[in-house]
């Protein structure tokens, strides 16, 4: 069985390689969740002073 210089086999850092992507891949879903829940909290402070203008006659319609 081939080894590299540090002795890992070939199924070895095939293992590592996977685990690797999966943390991207599972840091990604959360860094996604992140920006949808920070995305949503905008909309929710746009909303919310856009409301207090109107209840304030600041916006003309």
């Known amino acids: ?8 086999s070939a ?11 999966e943390d991207i891949e599972n840091s990604w879903i959360v860094q996604q ?15 919310t002073r856009y409301i207090e203008h109107v209840q304030m006659g600041h916006v003309l319609f």
């Open 1 to 8: 069985m081939l080894r590299d210089q540090e002795g890992r």
């Open 11 to 21: 199924s070895e850092w095939a293992m590592v390689v996977s685990t690797t992507l």
């Open 33 to 47: 969740d992140f920006w949808r829940l920070e995305h949503k909290n905008d909309r929710i402070i746009r909303d």
